[in-house]
């Protein structure tokens, strides 16, 4: 038994070659678009296989699940961060590209204590976008993201090659309930989620992104919706990597298609495309597979894509990958805004 998708359904086809749009539909089920993210009840311990690598996660950040709390008559400012993805490596290279790396700083006016939040993947961002290919030939993901909270804000980081600005203040209450929320995303919203796949530039949005910038936007969101009042005079722009696929085509899960009674042809299938992207190869080989992968992307105008813990089908489609970015306004519910 293999799945499909046609219009708003979600069908299932007897077969798992891609002969399926020619076959009789057994059944269908609606399908939305784009495919909610998927939130858990907590947050499973991380895989030991699964290693950060260069920069260990969060390494100086404050305990997991630990929000500090400011009493009611504080007043803290909110700034945007934004920095160059990799900037310990290639320094601003990636700013020339618009490849940011985006983060909120919270100043407390009155205790001058600041502090540093940020959503950002466990094993760096290669590790989490694609997955792993054990020596046995199985595949693994290491593939969550979750919040760090930093003590202070290194100004000249941010400021040098980003963005260090501030956007709007919010009342010592108001951060207490959005610590709460933030809380309970980050308990909830586990893996990290690096592309967005629409039909077209602009399109139909078929999966979302879920990042450091889809963090800081459901947080602004949230502040907006507790009453924070923002600066609409401040622009900020987000990054987003996208792929360009006619309508996605469901495979199924791990144990649908990878256990006992799964299908060995599409396994194996998947396995050989994730093999283009390890990144523990030396340099000229990891380049010479991922070329291949490229093949398989732009020649045979496939990707399989790996969502909610689920696999898809990507019929790719011209331009095939972008990256863009675009403006997101701040939330608008800001009636007066005083510089001070």
Avoid at 56 to 80: H, L, Q, R
Avoid at 118 to 144: D, G, S
């Amino acid at each position: 038994m293999a799945f499909s998708t046609n219009s708003n359904t979600f069908c299932f086809y007897p077969s798992y070659s891609f002969i399926w749009l020619s076959l009789s539909v057994i059944s269908c089920l609606a399908i939305q678009w784009p495919v909610p993210y998927r939130r858990f009840d907590s947050r499973p311990p991380a895989n030991p296989y699964c290693q950060a690598g260069v920069q260990a996660f969060c390494p100086t950040g404050m305990s997991p699940n630990f929000m500090p709390k400011f009493d009611s008559g504080d007043i803290v400012e909110v700034y945007a961060l934004k920095a160059p993805v990799w900037e310990f490596k290639f320094g601003d290279l990636l700013a020339k590209f618009h490849v940011m790396h985006d983060a909120i700083g919270f100043k407390n006016k009155k205790t001058g204590l600041n502090y540093t939040m940020e959503w950002y993947e466990l094993f760096q961002l290669f590790n989490c976008t694609f997955a792993h290919v054990l020596p046995n030939n199985t595949i693994t993901w290491c593939n969550q993201g979750a919040a760090c909270i930093d003590q202070g804000i290194e100004d000249q980081h941010w400021a040098e090659n980003g963005t260090l600005v501030k956007v709007g203040e919010m009342t010592g209450d108001q951060f207490n309930e959005f610590g709460t929320w933030a809380l309970w995303d980050n308990k909830t919203g586990i893996y990290y989620e690096t592309w967005t796949v629409e039909n077209e530039p602009d399109g139909k949005m078929w999966f979302d992104s879920y990042d450091c910038a889809s963090f800081v936007l459901r947080a602004f969101e949230k502040m907006g919706d507790i009453g924070v009042k923002f600066n609409q005079s401040v622009h900020l722009n987000y990054t987003r990597i996208h792929l360009y696929s006619e309508e996605p085509i469901y495979l199924g899960n791990a144990s649908q298609i990878f256990g006992p009674g799964g299908n060995e042809s599409l396994a194996n299938n998947i396995t050989e495309f994730y093999k283009n992207f390890q990144s523990h190869q030396k340099f000229l080989q990891l380049v010479e597979h991922i070329l291949d992968a490229l093949y398989d992307v732009f020649a045979d105008h496939k990707f399989y894509f790996f969502y909610n813990f689920e696999y898809w089908y990507l019929p790719m489609k011209e331009p095939f990958i972008k990256l863009t970015y675009h403006e997101v306004p701040l939330p608008d519910n800001t009636l007066h805004w005083k510089h001070t």
